[in-house]
């Protein structure tokens, strides 16, 4: 099939940096943007196009930069407006793209239009947010039965204008009201101000939290407790008059108009829960909507062959090309992905071959290419606000159970880059960062592993540059190899009119031998930095991998 030149945003791999854990350069044990820049020559080296960053907007840091009071400005913790600019021209000096984390949905309580919409009820910025008179007796209950995501009621009652107010994450992040056209006005224009200065894209905070029904109707009881990255329901709620509402998909359309203002080529990515089949939607019927959705059914599937083989199976149904899908396996919300795989670096090095050659757009979660942990904190002192909030509940058995993280803290520790004090991470030795450093950092760490061939960072490098060479990665179309069905592998194909390239995973922790679909394979890449080539003759066109291996390979050229 003839495929239309792919955008670059289409190709390119992004990866997540945390700001407030990166690289610290002032020495007060918080990463800054200084700090970042840097890096840039270990991000270049490693293959990195695109950066994600959580923010870095003025913000009173409850919640870590995702409950902001100026979405104009730097916070002074991370650098001045002339730092970001710099960071700016050096990213796209290197020819890297920029994406920022836009938090739509809520400010921060101490902005100043949430100052003024709680300071009386006829004050003109009372409508940016959402305020409502609670039920009997005296106003003094919710005005209906919403959750918020983080449990219980998800309003607030304010003594002075005695109304509540709504918020969808924590009670000090407000949400906006998106019926206000003031409010989206607003909005709009403040990603033009990134834009005008030249930022790539957007990653869109909780998009799917947008709009809620307008006349409050109460939710409706759902049987699950457990948020789930295959449904909406959770907190014995269905979410239906809160989440994903038809107006917060027009949203997604009118966001996308936005960036198409704008020349050469943005992008949105949102992160949207829900279904694949549900997500979907957000793209738009004719690609009209965001570029691209996370899909953290894939993020949450069991390592195991048979579940990436359907969740695989419904993306590319739910997502034929042109839409382009994403593949994940962490960011700041969630367990490190090596902790989820109990620490096995032979899987891990398979699943990142399996997700840097799917069709569609690779996230990486900073120190993920390195194999950092996730980390034990104390619910009590938890700096994440979600791990305090819970602190008195006896949930730990839960989170063994079902991998949830009750505090994000774990996953976002200052990244692992030497075996010097602090890791490396900040210029400070003595200093303690926001986030202890765990011990691991002695043996994970970047400068140890690059001297390492069989690391798992050259692991990443070496397929980051072998997916740059070969443009059938990026446009090729996805199949499954059929016939090679053993329930213990998943074997592929990417082809486009010019080229095909097969990728073969072992699963399991014994030799498997599989059947070669050419006469001569030419190996491109293994798991095992040391094989050279693939020997099919001694094994009757039969490839063998050994335990965990993951292959890639062409046919040779005659
Ligand atoms: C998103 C962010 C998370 C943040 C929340 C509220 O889920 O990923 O870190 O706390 O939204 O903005």
Redesign the pocket.
Known sequence: MLQKEKSWWQKTVVYQIYPRSFCDTTGNGIGDLQGIIEKLDYLEELGIETIWF?PFFKSPQK??G??ISNFRDIDSEYGKMMDFDKLLESMHDRNMKMVL?L?L??TSDEHPWFIESASSRDNPKRDWYIWADGTKPKGKKPPNNWKA?TGGYAWKYDEKTEQWYYF???PF?PDLNYRNPEVKEEMFNTMRFWLDKGVDGFRL??LHAIYEDESLRDDEFSWHLFPSDKRVDSLFRKHKYDLNLPETIDFAFELRKVMDEYQPERFLVG?VYGSIEELSKYYGPKSNGLNMCFLFEYTDAKPKPKAYRNVISRIEKALPYPYTPTYVYG???MVRHLSRIDDNQQLAKLLVTMQLTLRGVPFIYYGEEIGMKNVNFDLKTSE???GRKFSKFPLSCIVKLFGISVT?DGCRTPMQWSNQPNAGFSNNETIEPWLKVPDSYKKINVEKERKNPDSILNCYKRLLALRKKSNVLFDGLFDFIEGNENKNCITYKRCNNDDKIYVYLNFINDEILLTCPVEEPNLLFSTLSNRVAIDIKAYHRKIKLTPLEGIIFKEKRK
């Open positions: 959580s919640d870590h995702y409950d984390d938090v949905n809520h995501m969808h994450f924590l992040q905070d909780i992160e960011n700041h919300d994440d606000p979600i994000r």
